[in-house]
């Protein structure tokens, strides 16, 4: 999303995202040590969904003071730009029904009706996929633009994953995300899959839809934090013929 981005912007940024996003995470820290606000509980999941908010109006707000947009309008233009039209509408379809396929493949739905997914996507959204402008559309490129492929999928696999760290304090955390070490690899996962989607697509929607659709797949799908060796082997699987796909086909390196 940024044409001259420098080391120097993409720590500006990333000392931002976790600065802001982690004071709203203490605030649900502090409220469930006095037992002010549950993770469970409607108003503990709004703090959490205004921290993960942060980083795409963060980088927002840091292009309007670069002058790199003039305005939302122009920073939301850019985030839907898609250069390939065509290969990518092609590349969503196929994608979202090879990967519900593997989550059926590999995950128990707990009984949950398809239905469920209607109130999964939204929330998925808000909880992932808004914040996904930024970590997809400025902070893998400034990362790629340095190194190579695959490292810089991994690299911000690892930010991705502590900047949700201070959340593990939180009563609640653990049921739902697993444990610490399975969140990193899903992470380092899903950063690799997302790397593909924009190596392929180009486009930061996307991978806004990815990101959607593998979170919703966590809300619907019991043990997809890498929890099994079952969901291990199937995702592996598809993360390998995915990369596959990429390296040949995608872009070579990213152009900021």
């Not at 006095?34 to 503990?44: A, K, V």
């Not at 996307?206 to 082997?233: H, T």
Request: glycine fraction near 6%.
């Amino acid at each position: 999303m940024k044409s001259n981005a420098s080391y120097r912007n993409m720590f500006d940024v990333l000392l931002a995202i976790f600065f802001v996003s982690w004071m709203f995470f203490e605030v649900m820290i502090l409220g469930n040590k006095f037992d002010i606000l549950r993770y469970s509980g409607l108003s503990g999941k709004l703090i959490v969904i205004i921290g993960r908010l942060v980083p795409t109006v963060v980088v927002y707000m840091f292009m309007v003071v670069w002058q790199d947009v003039k305005d939302a309008v122009e920073f939301l233009h850019r985030a839907i730009y898609t250069p390939f039209k065509v290969r990518t509408i092609i590349f969503l379809l196929v994608f979202i029904a090879g990967h519900i396929y593997v989550l059926h493949l590999a995950g128990e739905s707990m009984g949950r009706a398809s239905a469920f997914w209607v109130m999964a996507l939204p929330y998925a959204f808000l909880n992932a996929g808004f914040a996904e402008v930024a970590w997809s559309g400025f902070i893998f490129p400034c990362i790629w633009n340095r190194i190579s492929f695959i490292p810089a999928c991994m690299i911000t696999g690892f930010l991705y994953t502590f900047y949700s760290l201070p959340l593990w304090r939180v009563e609640g955390v653990r049921q739902e995300l697993g444990e610490f070490s399975h969140y990193m690899i899903y992470c380092c996962y899903a950063c690799l899959v997302l790397g593909c989607v924009y190596r392929l697509t180009e486009s930061i929607i996307a991978c806004v839809i990815v990101r959607v659709l593998i979170q919703a797949g966590l809300y619907f799908f019991e043990d997809m934090i890498f929890g099994s060796p079952k969901v291990n082997l199937v995702l592996f699987l598809e993360l390998v013929i995915l990369l596959v796909i990429a390296l040949v086909f995608g872009k070579k390196k990213d152009t900021l």
